[in-house]
């Protein structure tokens, strides 16, 4: 499992929850972090290269838990390595169901609103539902800035939330794994009758489709292992992934990216 940075652990969370026998490696990209202000081409050379070397770890199953690479890379993924499972249509399939009044509402980096990723996802999933999209520039970087939330906070999510109530929105999609980390307030700004999808559990579902139908689940009973590899600050990733996961991190090993790359 790969993600920009810390945001991808609330999708580990589940997994682990729902997966408890399986292993897991996730590699947080954190010496490019953020992802969602990067261009497509930029952002399917990073997932090839952090794909490479999750493989090389012995991956089975390659799971991109992070939108903005998931919506510039996924075909490009599935069509070099096979067994790739990303957040978007889990997501969508899931937010579809879920409307009773066909308005769904979507926040996400400017990235991945841009791609259409979403839109498309939905449409295929349901052509009935209309999707209010709402790019968030600035929101996963003050979220992974630190705890506890202030005031700056609230008024940026509060003028994100704004165009989804105008739109009557009875769902809302978080297309970015950083942003479960408000949906207490977001809840609160949206009202109780709206649902908030995260991407989370239907991936998990999804890893555990996946792995069934192909034969790959682990046979093992009991607690698998997991560990963390990130390309920035080994003792940042741990202090603040420790609150994204709620379990405790242990060691985390530090990955060399090119130096060309890593200084993009």
């Known amino acids: ?101 066909g308005h769904v509402g979507l926040l996400a980096t400017p990235a991945t609103v841009a791609s259409g990723a ?3 996802a939905i449409a295929q999933a349901d052509p009935f539902v209309e999707l209010t999209a709402v790019p968030c520039p600035d929101l996963t970087a003050i979220i992974e800035g630190g705890f506890p939330f202030d005031e700056r906070v609230v008024d940026t999510v509060r003028g994100y939330v704004a165009p989804l109530r105008a739109a009557r929105v009875d769902t809302v999609i978080l297309g970015c794994t950083h942003y479960p980390l408000v949906a207490p307030m977001l809840q609160r700004m949206l009202g109780r009758g709206v649902r908030i999808v995260t991407s989370g559990a239907p991936v998990a579902h999804q890893v555990e489709h996946v792995l069934g139908a192909r034969g790959l689940a682990s046979p093992h009973v009991g607690e698998g292992d997991y560990r963390f590899l990130t390309t920035g600050d080994v003792e940042a990733f741990r202090a603040l992934g420790s609150t994204f996961l709620q379990l405790p991190l242990g060691e985390v090993e530090h990955v060399t990216l090119h130096a060309a790359e890593a200084a993009a």
């Open 1 to 101: 499992m790969f993600d920009s940075g810390v945001g991808g652990l609330t999708v580990l969370h589940e997994c682990l929850v729902s997966l408890p026998h399986e292993d897991f490696v996730y590699l947080g990209d954190t010496a490019r972090f953020p992802y969602g202000v990067r261009e497509a081409e930029e952002l399917r050379a990073f997932a090839f290269e952090l794909a490479e070397i999750l493989l090389a770890r012995g991956a089975k199953l390659l799971v991109v838990a992070c939108n903005a690479a998931t919506s510039a890379a996924l075909p490009a993924l599935r069509e070099r390595f096979g067994r790739v499972v990303g957040v978007v249509t889990p997501e969508s399939q899931l937010a579809a169901r879920a409307t009773r009044n």
């Open 118 to 120: 979403y839109a498309s």
